[in-house]
């Protein structure tokens, strides 16, 4: 470990839809973007947010690394989907030294999978409801998932230096480029193709998030199923219809029907939320994510949760030369989750 001048670490964030990685520098407190890439993930190699393909998502990986001449060292990746689960739960005050110990017991009865498949990390909130009481918000990520993490980056050849989960890199995210007060109740979205990241921060600590399991690629199968043609097909016309070219009258109804479908999830997690906490409402909410750049769907979620769209350089030094600007523009809505994997590791 460095004590002394620049960290640098790079966030390598694997999608079902594209594979995205930056290396950011952090110098006297400022984080600094030296380099960003991106790279569609090879088809049919995910499957419910798991690699089925790791051979070709390998070599994928491998090709992006060399492209954009990014660092091998000190590399970050992300779980997320089905492999995490994450609660919030409430129990008696105790001494923090018998607590993990504790965990393991509350975990069985929360956590669907047997306690030696999981890894358990868990964060004791700021606030709970009952002063005899504590709330501990809990992760468990699946040792399946980690495994495979793992030989990933043997078979990259990268050198791992952490795995974190997506929702909170995109608290991290959102930390390093966002000023607000404790009181804030903020609620985080991020639009990927399979799931949507759901995060809720409370006295600037996660309290609640939820991988939904709706996304871009719910449009494309509404699209795929709508006009009877193949997936491939469905995803040409939907890419076509939000850079606004002509599509069939079909391919827009289509869309914006799934507008509602999504928004219906979306809000069966909030009403989850409010139901089981004494939450009144939010006082911010920010979105990311490629599912953005779905014709309507940023104006759906302005109107209909009032979200700003997250900048993830906001707060950042652009290093990177001259010819990749257009590149960082373009991955405004891509980088969320990669940016906030590295500055996890430098707070
Ligand atoms: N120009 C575009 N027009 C319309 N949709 C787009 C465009 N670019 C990307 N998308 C859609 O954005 C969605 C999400 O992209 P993103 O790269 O953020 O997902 P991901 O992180 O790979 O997915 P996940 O995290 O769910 O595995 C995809 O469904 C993709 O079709
Ligand atoms: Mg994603």
């Known amino acids: 470990m460095q004590l002394f001048g620049p960290k640098t670490y790079v966030g390598l964030d694997i999608g079902s839809n594209c594979i995205k990685v930056v290396q950011i520098t952090k110098k006297k407190k400022k984080y600094a973007l030296d380099k960003i890439g991106i790279l569609q993930t090879p088809e049919n190699s995910f499957a419910n947010g ?16 060399d492209k954009f001449r990014i660092n091998k060292k000190n590399v970050v990746v992300s779980m997320f989907g089905a492999q995490v689960i994450s609660k919030r739960i409430v129990i008696p005050k105790m ?7 504790q965990l393991k017991w509350e975990a069985e009865q929360y956590i669907p ?53 997506s929702s909170v890199a995109l608290f991290n995210v ?7 007060n404790d009181s804030d109740r903020i609620v ?8 949507t990241q759901f995060v809720v921060v409370e006295n600037k600590e996660i ?67 409010l139901n089981t906490t004494e939450s009144s409402g939010f006082s911010a909410s920010y979105v990311t994510g490629g599912g953005l750049k779905v014709f309507g769907l940023y104006e759906k979620m302005v109107k209909t949760y009032r979200v700003k769209r997250l900048d993830p350089f906001l707060k950042l030094n652009i290093n990177t030369s001259g010819k990749s600007e257009s590149m960082v523009n373009n991955a405004l809505d891509f980088a969320a989750v990669s940016i906030g994997l590295a500055v996890g590791m430098m707070k």
């Open 113 to 165: 999978y047997e306690l030696d498949e999981v890894n358990i990390d868990y964060n004791v909130l700021k606030k709970c409801e009952d002063p005899e009481s504590m709330a501990v918000f809990i992760v468990a990520a699946l040792r399946e998932g980690i495994t495979k993490n793992i030989e990933m980056a043997q078979e990259t050849k990268l050198n791992l230096a952490g795995i974190d989960v």
């Open 174 to 180: 959102f930390n390093a480029n966002y000023d607000y």
């Open 188 to 195: 985080l979205f991020s639009i990927g193709a399979e799931f």
């Open 95 to 101: 001494d923090l030294k018998l607590l993990p110990e």
């Open 207 to 273: 309290v609640f998030c939820r991988d939904i399991p709706v996304g871009g690629r719910s449009y494309t199968q509404e699209i795929e199923n709508a006009l009877g043609i193949s997936y491939e097909e469905a995803e040409a016309l939907k890419i076509s219809a939000s850079n606004g070219e002509e599509v069939p009258e079909e391919v827009m109804n289509t869309i914006n029907m799934a507008h509602e479908f999504f928004c219906e999830e979306i809000n069966t997690t909030i009403e989850y939320y």
């Open 50 to 65: 798991e690699v089925i393909n790791m051979e070709e998502v390998v070599e994928q990986i491998k090709k992006l690394f």
